[in-house]
């Protein structure tokens, strides 16, 4: 098939740190080029990828302190986009709901990836409007507050099978991993830590946005068994969660999917995370991780990490998180919008 994959220009693809969206958009992308499908990326014109590339800004606009306005570079993409339509069999967004309304009004298919959390009230006029534009889920749990969006599927994401791969060596801290902000519970990771008398170490970002809670909130407790390493890219993710005895996710938000839980599964490491949003959906309970309800269960899971066999964990990922599994669901998914767009074929009567 003829692809168009179109992300957002926020980061590059592959980000060159944090970036959840963009990773997954490349992990698609690349197999489904490895798959023989000839596939074009819309990103900013510092990613790296196997697709054509279509450079719709110079660099990702985060590292870009030129930018005061990031709408006008995403502007400037979907008219880029729409210019090239017709060299392509189907269109895969993942910038929420900016292709709805043009789009939705060309005969070309498309289908749109939500990434974000959809609980937000301003949603609720916009899915009422275009109830009948085609997206996918990456949890079921995430569809919950729009059951009148047109969700045609849950499509789990997927890694490389061999990007990140169990190193050996003693497992004896419990990490933290992804951004620090209030959703994401750094303090209560801490906490638990402490109360458990583990090493904790936190690979995380620090956004501007989230600059004040890490000041008042987490610096304090820095130190004391506790390290934060700050941001790290692939290469450096293998050695880090393995040797962790577990991921800690204390979350308190309904997070989407989580790809930080798939990571740790691909080195054989078990996750105790908060039963919020896609955790039941990702993290089997005694399998490869511990569903909990607050910070004193978790405390009192720590003793159970010992109980979870790496092996089994890695053999998991494998089953159920590659990107090969996730190029296939959506390879379904745009035979079956393709196939929808065809002219129906009409009977004519002979005279």
Request: with cysteine; proline share 8%.
């Amino acid at each position: 098939m003829r692809i168009a994959q179109i992300a957002p220009l926020h980061e590059a693809v592959p980000p060159k740190l944090y970036g959840g969206t963009e990773r997954v958009v490349s992990f698609l992308t690349e197999e489904l080029v490895n798959l023989g499908h000839e596939v074009t990326l819309f990103a900013s014109g510092d990613s790296v990828t196997s697709a054509e590339l279509h450079p719709s800004w110079p660099r990702a606009l985060r590292l870009d302190p030129a930018i005061r306005d990031p709408i006008a570079p995403h502007m400037l993409m979907m008219e880029h986009v729409a210019r090239r339509m017709d060299d392509f069999d189907v269109l895969h967004f993942h910038m929420d709901y900016w292709p709805f309304s043009f789009f939705s009004r060309q005969s070309k298919p498309f289908v749109t990836t939500l990434h974000g959390r959809l609980d937000l009230p301003e949603l609720q006029p916009v899915f009422n409007t275009f109830n009948k534009v085609p997206v996918v889920s990456i949890s079921d749990s995430q569809r919950r507050p729009l059951p009148q969006a047109n969700f045609v599927r849950t499509v789990l994401h997927g890694l490389p099978a061999n990007l990140l791969t169990p190193t050996p060596g003693p497992r004896d801290y419990l990490a933290f991993l992804g951004r620090i902000c209030p959703e994401k519970g750094a303090d209560k990771a801490i906490r638990i830590a402490r109360a458990a008398g583990i090493k904790l170490k936190i690979a995380a970002k620090i956004d501007k946005v989230d600059a004040e809670y890490f000041e008042h909130q987490i610096r304090p407790l820095l130190g004391d068994g506790v390290e934060l390493i700050g941001e790290i890219n692939d290469s450096q993710k293998s050695g880090f969660l393995s040797g962790a005895c577990g991921l800690l996710m204390p979350i308190d938000w309904p997070e989407p999917f989580g790809l930080v839980m798939i990571e740790a599964m691909a080195c054989g490491t078990p996750v105790i995370a908060f039963n919020r949003g896609s955790v039941p959906e990702v993290i089997e309970d005694g399998l490869t991780g511990l569903i909990v309800e607050d910070e004193t269960s978790a405390m009192a899971a720590i003793s159970r990490l010992r109980d979870l066999d790496p092996r089994a964990i890695r053999q998991r990922f494998e089953t159920r998180f590659t990107a090969r599994r996730m190029a296939e669901d959506y390879l379904s998914i745009y035979r079956q919008q393709a196939n929808r767009n065809r002219p129906k074929l009409r009977i004519v009567a002979g005279e």
